[in-house]
């Protein structure tokens, strides 16, 4: 199994591959750049299965219709998050940015949830405080989380939003994510990768725990 990013605009979101050995594929958060999506799916042959996003903010959002529509595959998302997808026209408006069409979510995802792909298992881990149904998805086969923006390399996702909650995010990442080996590494939805052991030791919102 394989696990590979592509930066996308308009916010420099990193989009995620997760292929196994007969290239199927998943997505997680195509946030723009569909035809860049698009022409590395079709230049290696690869199945797309299924799109899976850690919260639904418009950056991490723009490109899922056209992938849905292309392949006919299903949109997972957490309940929680469903309303940020009514907003995002809006939101891009605020950023500058092109808005897109609006996805509709196929499928909920929730906490302690396992998403079967590749022979292994894909496992939802809910951290909200970014927005309310942020999750992350803990990947055993390749040792890795992807953790959108709750958790970044010595860093931690925004939470001065309406709907955010700063010491839910906290507590959802010392008690979801911090207890993951300290070898698994981060993949954030923007910027450079870390590990968990990384992140207990430097990141500075997480000191005091």
Same mark, same amino acid.
């Given at each position: ?12 979101? %990193? ?7 007969? !290239?199927?594929?998943? #997505? &997680? ?11 590395? #799916?079709e230049t290696e042959n690869l199945k797309p299965k299924m799109?899976? %996003? ?20 299903? &949109? /997972? ?23 897109? +069409? ?12 396992e998403i079967e792909f590749g022979g292994g298992k894909i496992k939802v881990l809910h951290? +909200?405080?970014?927005?309310? !149904?942020?999750?992350?998805? &803990? #990947? $055993? ?6 953790? !959108? ?5 010595? !860093?931690?996702?925004?939470?001065? &939003?309406? /709907? ?27 910027? $450079? ?8 030791? %430097? ?7």
């Open positions: 199994m394989k696990l590979e990013h592509m930066v996308v605009r308009p916010l420099f979101v %990193n989009c995620f591959f997760l292929s196994d050995d007969e !290239g199927n594929l998943v #997505i &997680f958060d195509p946030g723009g750049d569909a035809d860049l999506i698009i022409n590395k #799916i799109i899976l %996003n850690t919260h639904g903010h418009f950056d991490h959002i723009g490109a899922v219709s056209e992938l849905k529509e292309k392949y006919n595959i299903p &949109f /997972y998302i957490h309940k929680d998050d469903e309303f940020l997808l009514g907003q995002s026209r809006n939101h891009a408006a605020l950023f500058g940015a092109e808005p897109a +069409p609006v996805p509709t979510a196929d499928r909920y995802v929730k906490d302690g949830d951290t +909200p405080g970014h927005t309310p !149904g942020g999750v992350c998805y &803990f #990947i $055993e086969r390749v040792n890795a989380v992807i953790t !959108g923006d709750t958790l970044f390399c010595e !860093g931690v996702g925004r939470s001065d &939003f309406p /709907y955010a909650d700063h010491s839910q995010l906290i507590e959802g990442i010392a008690h979801k994510l911090l207890t993951l080996d300290d070898s698994v590494t981060v993949h954030p939805g923007h910027e $450079e990768f870390s590990t968990i052991g990384w992140e207990k030791n %430097n990141n500075p919102y997480l000191k005091r725990l």
